[in-house]
C-alpha cells in the first residue's frame, strides 16, 4: 500500500508526542531490511520500526517488544550503535510534501541525522553527521542515478523537487476543472489527481472520487471538476488542520487499507489510537518470537529431515529382529551343501536341494574354485557375521530410538526458541548429530542462553530449562536430591525445578510450576496439560540419550494449564 505525505505527517505529530526528547538506548537489526530503535522517552519504553522492503516500506512505533532478526548485525547497523546508541532524539520533522522522515538526534560523537525514505521500490534508511551520509541500508551509484548518489562520504541530497503540482490546500475551483480538461481523454481521473496535486495518493484519489459519486475507474472527461474540487476540499480540510484520524478497513485478505481519515472505498473502517497501531495491523509487525521464523525454517527442515532419517533407521532395525530369514536360509544352505558334499562335482555351479520336505526347494550358488567344504563353510561364516550383527541390533535400535527422542525435543526447542543463541544451540546440536547439510557452522549466538529463573509471591524459586542445555543444567547443575523436579507427561518440553527450602511446597507453586512446564513444551497451544511431579532424586540421566534426556519414576500426575511467567 501507498505510505503518503499526510500518512507520514500522521506519524511524525505522534512521534513529536512520544519519542521527541527520548533517549535510544538499543539499535536492533530487525531483519535484512529494516532496523529497530529502542527508545525511553516520557517514561515508557518504545520500539521504533525503520524499513527499507522496496515492497513495502514502512516506518511507525511498534505495539511490542522488537527482536534481532539477524544472526550478524548490518554495517549500517554497527554505525547506529556507535553514533545513535546513547543519543537523545532532539526533533522529528518531514520535508514538505515529500515522503521522507528526518530524526534529529544528539549523539556523544556529535549530532547525526536519521533520514527514512519509505518509498516504493527506492526505500532507503541513512545515517548522515554534517550532512555526509556515513552509511545507508541501499547504497545507489552513480551509474544507477546520476542525479542522486547514495553512498558513503557523499553529501545528502533530497529527491528532485516534484513539477506541475500543485497544494490541494491552494488548488482553485478553476484549476481543478481545468486539470480534467487538459488532461488525455483516456487517462483515468485518478491519475490526474495524483498527478496534479501534492500529497494525494491513489487510495485518498480513490476516496475522493467514490465520496463525488463517480466509478473508481472513470475517465477523466467524464468527470465534473466542480463536484470533485468540493469533494475534495471537505476531505482535506481535517488534513490541513492535522486533525488525523487514524483507522484501519478490511474487505478481504487482500482488500486492506489504513488512513488518517476514514475510508468509504473499502468496508468496515474502524478507528484506531494511533497511525502506528493502524499500520503495525496492516503490516503485521514482526514481534515476539515470530520474528525468528524465516530463520527457524531451515533449521526446521534439517530437523523434520533427520526425524525422518531415523524413523527409517529405527523400522529397519526392528525389521531385521523380527525376521531373520535370510540369516537362516544362510545356515540351511550350509548344512545342505554338506550333505551333498560327495554328490557335488567340481564344476557344479548350483546345488538344488529342500532343507524341510514341506519347504521350497533351495538353489545354492556355489563357487567352482572352492570345495564342498570350503563352499560350507562360506555360508557359515556369512550366517555368523549375520548372527553376531544381530546381536548389535537391540544395542543399534536403542541408540537410534534416543536420538530421535533427542531431535523431537529440539524441534520442540527451536519452536520455544525467542532469541538467536537459543536458535543457534539447536543449530549447533543438529550439527553435533550430523543432522546439519552443507557448510559447517560456526557459533554465531551472543552467548549462551540462560534457564528462566521465577521467584512465586512467597518466595520459593523455580528454574525452568526451555532447550536441551538448560534441561541438563536445570536438572543436574541447579537441581538437588530434595528438589520437586515437573515435566509435560509424554512428550519433549522443558525441566522445572522448584528448589526445596526446608519448607512444604504449597499446592499453588506446584500448580504454578506445572504451568510453566506445560507452557514451555509441545502443548504451549493446548487448552490442558499432564504434567509429572517427582522428586529431583527418582531422575536419572538416559542410557544413550542426548543432553536433557531423562528417565524418572515415582512420578504423580497432575493437570494444568499452559501459562507464561
Not at 426 to 434: D, R
Amino acid at each position: 500500500m501507498y505510505l503518503d505525505s499526510f500518512t507520514l505527517s500522521a506519524l511524525v505529530d505522534e512521534l513529536l508526542d512520544t519519542i521527541a526528547g527520548g533517549r535510544i538506548q538499543d539499535v536492533i537489526d530487525v531483519d535484512e531490511a529494516g532496523i529497530g530503535l529502542e527508545i525511553y522517552g516520557n517514561h515508557h519504553r518504545h520500539y521504533l520500526y525503520l524499513s527499507a522492503n522496496n515492497n513495502q516500506p514502512r516506518m511507525y512505533l511498534m505495539p511490542d517488544k522488537l527482536r534481532r532478526g539477524l544472526p550478524k548485525p548490518t554495517q549500517i547497523g554497527l554505525l547506529l550503535r556507535r553514533f545513535a546508541e546513547g543519543g537523545v532524539i532532539a526533533h522529528i520533522s518531514q520535508p514538505e510534501w515529500e515522503r521522507i522522515v528526518i530524526l534529529d538526534v544528539e549523539g556523544a560523537e556529535g549530532n547525526i541525522q536519521i533520514v527514512v525514505e519509505p518509498m516504493e521500490r527506492r526505500a532507503n534508511v541513512l545515517l548522515l553527521k554534517d550532512g555526509i551520509i556515513q552509511d545507508c541500508m541501499r547504497r545507489v551509484p552513480s551509474q544507477v542515478n546520476r542525479y542522486r548518489t547514495l553512498l558513503p562520504n557523499q553529501i545528502y541530497q533530497l529527491p528532485p523537487p516534484q513539477t506541475g503540482k500543485i497544494s490541494p490546500f491552494a488548488v482553485s475551483e478553476s484549476e481543478m476543472a481545468a486539470f480534467f480538461a487538459e488532461a488525455d481523454p483516456k487517462s483515468k481521473a485518478q491519475q490526474v489527481l495524483t498527478g496534479r496535486l501534492f500529497g494525494i495518493s491513489p487510495l485518498l484519489a480513490r476516496e475522493v472520487l467514490n465520496v463525488a459519486g463517480c466509478a473508481a475507474d472513470i475517465r477523466a472527461d467524464q468527470v465534473s471538476g466542480e463536484k470533485v474540487f468540493a469533494t475534495l476540499q471537505r476531505l482535506v480540510e481535517p488534513l490541513r488542520r492535522r486533525d488525523w484520524k487514524p483507522g484501519t478497513a478490511e474487505g478481504s485478505p487482500r482488500e486492506r487499507a489504513y488512513s488518517v481519515y476514514p475510508l468509504t472505498t473499502i468496508p468496515n473502517w474502524r478507528p484506531v489510537e494511533t497511525i502506528s497501531a493502524a499500520m503495525a495491523w496492516y503490516f503485521e509487525a514482526p514481534l515476539g518470537k515470530d520474528s525468528y521464523d524465516a530463520a527457524k525454517q531451515p533449521v526446521r527442515d534439517a530437523i523434520a529431515e533427520g526425524v525422518a532419517k531415523l524413523g527409517a533407521k529405527i523400522a529397519s532395525l526392528s525389521s531385521s529382529l523380527k525376521d531373520d530369514r535370510e540369516r537362516e536360509i544362510l545356515r540351511q544352505s550350509g548344512e545342505l551343501i554338506l550333505a551333498y558334499q560327495y554328490s557335488i562335482t567340481p564344476e557344479q555351479a548350483e546345488l538344488r536341494a529342500q532343507y524341510d520336505l514341506d519347504a521350497p526347494e533351495l538353489v545354492i550358488a556355489l563357487e567352482t574354485s572352492l570345495t564342498s567344504l570350503e563352499n560350507a563353510q562360506r555360508y557359515f561364516d556369512r550366517y555368523n557375521r549375520a548372527k553376531r550383527a544381530l546381536e548389535d541390533v537391540p544395542r543399534l535400535l536403542r541408540d537410534a530410538q534416543a536420538e530421535l527422542a533427542t531431535v523431537k525435543q529440539l524441534a520442540t526447542d527451536l519452536e520455544l526458541a525467542t532469541n538467536w543463541p537459543e536458535i543457534d544451540e539447536v543449530q549447533q546440536a543438529l550439527q553435533a548429530f550430523g543432522l546439519w547439510r552443507g557448510k559447517p557452522m560456526q557459533k554465531i549466538g551472543g552467548g549462551k542462553s540462560a534457564p528462566l529463573k521465577v521467584v512465586t509471591g512467597d518466595q520459593f524459586v523455580i528454574w525452568v530449562g526451555r532447550n536441551s542445555r538448560q534441561n541438563e543444567q536445570v536438572t543436574f547443575d541447579k537441581g538437588s536430591p530434595a528438589d520437586l523436579w515437573l515435566h509435560a507427561r509424554g512428550v519433549p518440553g522443558a525441566h522445572v525445578i522448584i528448589k526445596f527450602d526446608g519448607r512444604q511446597f504449597p499446592d499453588a507453586v506446584i500448580e504454578r510450576a506445572a504451568q510453566l512446564a506445560a507452557y514451555y513444551s509441545a502443548l504451549q497451544t493446548e487448552n490442558r496439560a499432564e504434567v509429572d511431579v517427582t522428586e529431583r532424586r527418582h531422575v536419572k540421566k538416559m542410557r544413550s540419550g542426548g543432553q536433557g534426556m531423562v528417565t524418572y519414576r515415582n512420578e504423580r500426575t497432575i493437570p494444568a494449564v499452559p501459562t507464561k511467567e
